[in-house]
T-cell receptor, first 114, second 116 residues
Framework: AQSVTQLGSHVSVSEGALVLLRCNYSSSVPPYLFWYVQYPNQGLQLLLKYLSGSTLVKGINGFEAEFKKSETSFHLTKPSAHMSDAAEYFCAVSEKTSYDKVIFGPGTSLSVIP | NAGVMQNPRHLVRRRGQEARLRCSPMKGHSHVYWYRQLPEEGLKFMVYLQKENIIDESGMPKERFSAEFPKEGPSILRIQQVVRGDSAAYFC??????????????FGPGTRLTVL
């Protein structure tokens, strides 16, 4: 069965500092991996996804993530945090069965300190 | 091209009443997924539907919850005799036909249900 863990339910960084949000997954087959962002009282927006190919994936708003199979990780990074990055971030995994069932992690709330 | 639409955005019900949540998928999408987000938690899969068919309802509570996606009109998530524990944000997502290559799920803005 697939599962996703996110280390740290709350992360605070200073504006301009590196953002690192951790995600580890378990999957019995090569997974599809995703990061979503949720702003307060809004729906989910896809930041980036890994389906195959290059293990370093670039997304919107300057975010990127690296798929490391040996570590079963898909950590999200951004070199310099901006105040507008404050939001809830969800890592997710999908396994191609009869359809693309997405399993979400519990989320990490990112605060950016001015 | 309009995205996934959900209504109402906010719904308040008293215990014992019924809640009906609607989801209109993106144009060209025939697959609908419902997720529930409890306070301080991630999204949990509830049900996956195609037109007139429930494909996977493994995440649906056994009682009081039902979902449909008729040939015409939006998908409906129905909660009968709501209880306070049903208070949550309910998100709908849609995708093109599944199978073959990956088909991205696009999420709606959610319906926030409050049970008094």
């Amino acid at each position: 069965a697939q599962s996703v863990t996110q280390l740290g339910s709350h992360v605070s960084v200073s504006e301009g500092a590196l953002v690192l949000l951790r995600c580890n997954y378990s999957s019995s087959v090569p997974p599809y991996l995703f990061w979503y962002v949720q702003y307060p009282n809004q729906g989910l927006q896809l930041l980036l996804k890994y389906l195959s190919g290059s293990t370093l994936v670039k997304g919107i708003n300057g975010f990127e993530a690296e798929f490391k199979k040996s570590e079963t990780s898909f950590h999200l990074t951004k070199p310099s945090a901006h105040m507008s990055d404050a939001a809830e971030y969800f890592c997710a995994v999908s396994e191609k069965t009869s359809y693309d069932k997405v399993i979400f992690g519990p989320g990490t709330s990112l605060s950016v300190i001015p | 091209n309009a995205g996934v639409m959900q209504n109402p955005r906010h719904l308040v019900r008293r215990r014992g009443q019924e809640a009906r949540l609607r989801c209109s998928p993106m144009k060209g999408h025939s697959h609908v997924y419902w997720y529930r987000q409890l306070p301080e938690e991630g999204l949990k899969f509830m049900v996956y539907l195609q037109k007139e068919n429930i494909i996977d309802e493994s995440g649906m509570p056994k009682e009081r919850f039902s979902a449909e996606f008729p040939k015409e009109g939006p998908s409906i998530l129905r909660i009968q005799q709501v209880v306070r524990g049903d208070s949550a944000a309910y998100f709908c997502a849609s995708s093109r036909a599944s199978g073959g290559s990956y088909n991205e799920q696009f999420f709606g803005p959610g319906t926030r249900l409050t049970v008094l």
